[in-house]
């Protein structure tokens, strides 16, 4: 894989991180062929299993939500169950927020990249969810909290996602992380702007730590020409969703644009490429908890 230098990438002008997509994505590209020897290359790059198209929804009180996992289309990758992108400048799609409702058996993670939330629970605990804050919230026995927005206009722009508790833990006693933007590593490695929400990748460890799944959580961002590669353990799931432009994911590149999930194979390293103005993904990994699931709402 060709590799340019920082200052290649750097001439190529840097990446707008509130970058807005103004169309809607393009139909899905289908997934790659499977390559011969249990989706591993060579260099154990993993290759795409298939390309999810996220589906327009609402949820809490109203918010318009982007779904690209936890729908039809996707219903869970273990051990993920959901994955929502709000993403919008009108506050009739998201002033409505999510009142008061429960959680238990899982963990919720927020991630805000532009706007406000402020988070409230049943037992006393407040907090402000700011751009580029995070906030990993361990459901376990059970909380009943609100997010709701904090500003009346402007861009709100963040995910919720989901992941399960084994069995044994499902009723543990709740735990939040509550997570400023300056504690999460915020890196450049060969051209790629790499924030590290969970695990640890190019010698910089997350903030999220104590999670059952062992998470890695990270915001990737590539201008054109740059290319990026991270290695995992080769047994989590893992998938790619795009925010903004477009990648190419795996050894056979295939493009996933914004809008779009991608379901990676398992093995030993993620790769990417971008040859699009730029692309901006969410990568996620967690060690999958391998039991049934029943889900009912907040319950799981
Ligand atoms: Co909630």
Redesign the pocket.
Known sequence: MTRISRRQALAAGTVGLAGCRTEAPAPSAGPEAPPAKAGLTADGARGVERIVEATRTRDGAGVKLSRALGGRALPMLDPFLLLDEFHSDDPNDYAAG?PD?P?RGFE?VTYMLEGAMEHRDSVGNAGRLGPRSAQWMTAGRGIV?S?MPKQERGLMWGF?LWVNLPRARKMIRPRYQDIAPGLIPELDHDGARVRIVAGSAFGATGPVSGIDVEPLFFDVTLSRGVSFEVPVPTDHSAFAFVTDGAVRLGPSRAEVRAGQLAVLRKGPRIAATCDATSGRMIVLAGKPIGEPVARGG?FV
């Open positions: 999510f409702h959680h919720t909290h997010e919720q907040p």
